[in-house]
């Protein structure tokens, strides 16, 4: 990775793990990865050329605010996000803007304009469609899944029909216990990377 997307993950990882939600509190369901343990991951999966920098496609399953999506907008060609909560996903544009004050205040490269959201459930063919019409991509050209435990099992079924063979599912929110899925092969090698995130690739 070079310096420069480097030291903007770092910023973006701090304006957002400053903001973490639902570690206490009433929001627990829609609890938000953190974004430092993440940059480590990805930082490993670009020098182990799993990630390939600006080729590569990407879809958050429950994309709450969208930090996610905003993280790998630097890594992949494209960074998809589907939300079911509207009011979560409102967030994403003020958040998004305080922090491209953040980083311009520092001189610092913005997330890419290749993040597309939308707004539904993320397992319904109509949603599917709009991301069609909208990216010109359906499920079987993303590369990389990505969801936070709530519904990984439900993903996890609609994926082993509709993503590619070889596509990456990363599930975050996992420690030493990590379930298996049929159609998925855990990434053993990988697994739990930083302590918490597994990788299964569709066989
Ligand atoms: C634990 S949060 C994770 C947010 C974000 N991906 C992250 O890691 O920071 C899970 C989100 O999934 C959303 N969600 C749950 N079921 C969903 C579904 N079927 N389709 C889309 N979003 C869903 C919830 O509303 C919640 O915002």
Redesign the pocket.
């Known amino acids: 990775m070079d310096e420069s997307t480097k030291n903007s993950l770092i910023k973006l990882a701090r304006f957002f793990d400053a903001r973490q939600v639902?570690d206490v509190g009433p929001l627990g369901?829609?609890?938000?990865?953190n974004l430092t343990a993440l940059l480590a991951c990805a930082e490993r999966l670009m020098a182990e050329n799993i990630i390939s920098p600006g080729r590569s496609t990407f879809m958050?399953?429950?994309?709450?605010d969208g930090?996610?999506n905003l993280f790998f907008s630097y890594l992949m060609r494209i960074s998809v996000g589907?939300?079911?909560?509207e009011w979560?996903l409102d967030e994403y544009g003020p958040l998004r803007g305080e922090l491209l004050e953040a980083l311009e205040a520092t001189g610092m490269a913005p997330p890419n304009k290749n993040v597309h959201l939308f707004h539904?459930?993320?397992?319904d063919d109509a949603v599917h469609n709009r991301i069609i019409h909208e990216t010109g991509l359906g499920l079987a050209d993303f590369d990389f899944f990505?969801?936070?435990?709530?519904?990984h099992e439900?993903f996890a079924q609609m994926l082993v029909e509709k993503a590619k063979k070889g596509a990456v599912y990363m599930v975050?929110g996992l420690h030493k216990i990590m379930p298996r899925y049929p159609g998925f092969r855990l990434l053993e090698e990988f697994s739990p990377m930083e302590g918490v995130l597994a990788l299964y690739e569709k066989t």
């Open positions: 639902g369901f829609r609890r938000s990865t958050d399953l429950g994309c709450a930090r996610v589907v939300e079911l909560d979560t539904g459930d993320a397992t990505y969801t936070y435990l709530v519904m439900e975050y």
